[in-house]
Nanobody, 119 residues
Framework: QVRLVESGGGLVQPGGSLRLSCATRGLASSSYDMYDMAWYRQAPGEQRELVAGISRIGSTNYVDSVKGRFAISRDNAWNMVYLQMNSLKPEDTAVYYC??????????WGQGTQVTVSS
C-alpha cells in the first residue's frame, strides 16, 4: 500500500524559510520514478489548491503566488519529494499536503503538515 508521509512544517516569522519533505512508502524506487508528485495546501475556509508539481522527468510548475519563492525537487533514489519555501508570507499559512497519482490512476494523499507564518 502506497503511503505518503510529510514532515518539516512549523511556525516561522514572515520572511523566513521552511523545507517540507514527503516520503513515499510502499513503492520500490524503480516504480517511484514513474510517479508525478505535487504539493497542495489548504487554508482555513479555503479550497485546497495546487502549490507546486514535479513530473517524473523533473519538469516543474507552480501557482503564481509562490513563483520565485518556492522550489519543488525530488530524489528518486530515496522516494522523496521536497518543497523549499523562502520569503514566507502570512498568506502562506495552511496545511500542506503531499500528493501523487499512480500511472494507473490511483490517488494518494499524505496526512498534511501545518505551516504557520506569523510574527
Amino acid at each position: 500500500q502506497v503511503r505518503l508521509v510529510e514532515s518539516g512544517g512549523g511556525l516561522v516569522q514572515p520572511g523566513g524559510s521552511l523545507r517540507l519533505s514527503c516520503a513515499t512508502r510502499g513503492l520500490a524506487s524503480s516504480s517511484y520514478d514513474m510517479y508525478d508528485m505535487a504539493w497542495y495546501r489548504q487554508a482555513p475556509g479555503e479550497q485546497r489548491e495546487l502549490v507546486a508539481g514535479i513530473s517524473r522527468i523533473g519538469s516543474t510548475n507552480y501557482v503564481d503566488s509562490v513563483k520565485g519563492r518556492f522550489a519543488i525537487s525530488r530524489d528518486n533514489a530515496w522516494n522523496m519529494v521536497y518543497l523549499q519555501m523562502n520569503s514566507l508570507k502570512p498568506e502562506d499559512t495552511a496545511v500542506y499536503y503531499c500528493y501523487t497519482k499512480s500511472p494507473f490512476g490511483a490517488e494518494y494523499w499524505g496526512q498534511g503538515t501545518q505551516v504557520t507564518v506569523s510574527s
